[in-house]
């Protein structure tokens, strides 16, 4: 015998979101171990920093990359990471 749902309860899609903030954090959450290359070559350029700052920033995650990023910018980047290799989180 199933469960009827009440009608007054809204399913889970339905439920009111979050707003999406204007601007966020890009927070490196791992990345994988064979790509840790690519991913330190993205860190870098994202960054601009140097070689061995970018190397443990990468090394270090779970990580704030860059705080305070408009979101188009913020997904835009995370897209060119997850395609190195990392696993992303925008906060």
Known sequence: MEKEEDADDPPEAAKE??????????RLMSFEA???IAVVK???AMLG???????D???GAPTNLKKNVPREEAEALAEKLRAAGA???LE
């Open 57 to 59: 920033k990468v090394e």
């Open 17 to 26: 979101a979050a707003p999406l903030k204007a601007s966020v954090t890009i």
């Open 49 to 55: 920093e140097g070689l061995k700052e970018s190397k």
């Open 87 to 89: 696993e992303i989180a």
């Open 42 to 44: 993205e860190v870098r």
């Open 34 to 36: 064979a790509k840790k």
